[in-house]
């Protein structure tokens, strides 16, 4: 991402209003199953025009097609509510559908609701019930109409969060008046590898072979160097209907691997915002018969992984002076590099090898413009003496709850010793 700019008013978690011509994603986009010139107001020598896909003699399809594009606003108030939580991998997606007798614009206006914890790998199958609390709520761009997604996390029927909450700590750090002050802006870059369904191949690789080199690939066009971009646009367009704040899209170095951006936002709302993206891009991935990879190195060899790179600021950064406020973080996060590294994703150790635009999982290091150290500096922002830094150290499959929480506990709440800091300092050459 390239610079951090202002951050959407989406953070009061409100779904916002999109114009009236959005139409939501259907099926129709991956089957072309009718298209007609049906004109109001034409006359009646007015030729129509009908393109038919080969699937299109399948009378089945067209009915389920026609179902499935209904609009219910005209007939009812009622609504559907997809509610979304994590499962007990702490990556996996689960949801399942509610009828809500209104529209509604607050995830306080949502109940909770429950699910089998048995079976998400989350509770005991003697006591298996898991209480979902509505958090943040996005438009549907499947259902389209006032249908919602409702990003929820989870609890014991006591009201305890489950160890896979990671939401219920993060919600904790943001709310401390020391970092509600300092108003910290996120701008998260999630990579993502699509890969064959049946082989588990990449996405424009020859089955059991090879592409050429990495190079040509990198923000490419053209049949034989870009691979998947109906998904990546289609997901880039479900996302700005929903309300996420996405800022942009483009293709990776490695064929058949994407990347799209979230933000600014601000504090937790970024989080939400990355996890509610990812069930989008999950559920355009099963339409498409494509299975999406969210795994830090999923080719070994001479090939790039995929991270998540977390760009992040705060107010006293983004002043005047605000260099020197960069470079204290900085140190911080170099006193804690291995809470962070352990925290920063399965798998984390395959992709950061110092190779391929990353830095060594051992050692943490920093740079201005440098893409092969833990956190990288902007040329514009060394100019300026203000701006932001990028934590270039979280793998694609990172919690996005804990990494944004992390960087605001370690650079805002946490206070190192004195000689701790001056080590540092001295051993990174940084002069604070």
């Known amino acids: 991402m390239a610079h951090i700019l202002a951050p959407s008013t989406q953070w009061q978690m409100r779904i916002t209003k999109n114009p009236g011509n959005a139409r939501p994603m259907t099926a129709k986009m991956w089957g072309s199953l009718l298209l007609k010139q049906n004109k109001k107001g034409s006359s009646r020598s007015s030729p129509k025009f009908r393109v038919y896909a080969l699937k299109s003699e399948n009378s089945t399809v067209n009915r389920l097609d026609n179902l499935l594009n209904l609009d219910l606003t005209p007939y009812t108030d009622r609504v559907i509510a997809e509610y979304i939580w994590i499962g007990g991998s702490g990556i996996d997606l689960r949801s399942k559908s509610k009828t809500i007798s209104k529209p509604v614009e607050h995830p306080s206006e949502l109940p909770k609701w429950?699910?089998?914890?048995s079976s998400t790998g989350q509770a005991p199958g003697e006591d298996s019930e898991v209480i979902l609390y509505p958090q943040?709520?996005?438009?549907?761009?499947f259902r389209g109409g006032n249908n919602i997604l409702v990003i929820c996390d989870t609890y014991t029927p006591a009201g305890e969060p489950?160890?896979?909450?990671?939401?219920?700590?993060a919600a904790e750090i943001f709310s401390n008046k020391k970092v509600t002050d300092e108003v910290p802006w996120y701008g998260i870059e999630q990579e993502y590898t699509l890969l064959q369904q049946n082989v588990k191949w990449p996405l424009g690789w020859p089955v059991g072979g090879y592409p050429g080199p990495q190079g040509p690939y990198y923000c490419s066009a053209g049949a034989d160097k870009s691979f998947g971009r109906d998904i990546s646009d289609a997901h880039y367009k479900a996302c700005l209907y929903a309300g996420i704040n996405v800022s942009g899209t483009n293709g990776e170095v490695m064929p058949g691997q994407w990347e799209y951006q979230v933000g600014p936002s601000v504090g937790i709302e970024a989080a939400d915002h990355i996890w509610c993206s990812r069930y989008i891009l999950e559920r355009i991935t099963e339409q498409a018969g494509v299975v999406l990879s969210l795994d830090p190195k999923p080719i070994e060899g001479d090939w790039n992984g995929a991270g998540c790179h977390t760009n992040y600021s705060t107010k006293s950064m983004r002043v005047?002076?605000?260099?020197?406020?960069?470079?204290?973080a900085?140190?911080?996060?170099?006193?804690?590099?291995?809470?962070?590294?352990?925290a920063y994703g399965e798998g984390n150790e395959r992709r950061l090898t110092g190779k391929h635009e990353t830095a060594s999982i051992n050692t943490f290091s920093w740079g201005v413009a440098n893409r092969g150290a833990s956190i990288r500096v902007g040329r514009e922002t060394e100019k300026k003496g203000k701006g932001y830094l990028e934590d270039r150290r979280p793998a694609s499959?990172?919690?996005?709850?804990?990494?944004?929480?992390?960087?605001?506990?370690?650079t805002i709440l946490w206070e190192p010793t004195l000689e701790a800091e001056a080590l540092a300092a001295q051993k990174l050459a940084l002069n604070v």
């Open 114 to 117: 429950n699910y089998d914890g």
């Open 136 to 141: 943040a709520i996005f438009k549907d761009p």
């Open 162 to 169: 489950i160890p896979t909450n990671k939401r219920y700590r």
């Open 320 to 328: 005047d002076g605000g260099f020197e406020v960069i470079k204290k």
């Open 330 to 342: 900085i140190l911080n996060l170099s006193l804690r590099h291995k809470e962070h590294i352990s």
């Open 397 to 410: 499959n990172m919690d996005p709850y804990v990494v944004t929480s992390l960087l605001a506990e370690t």
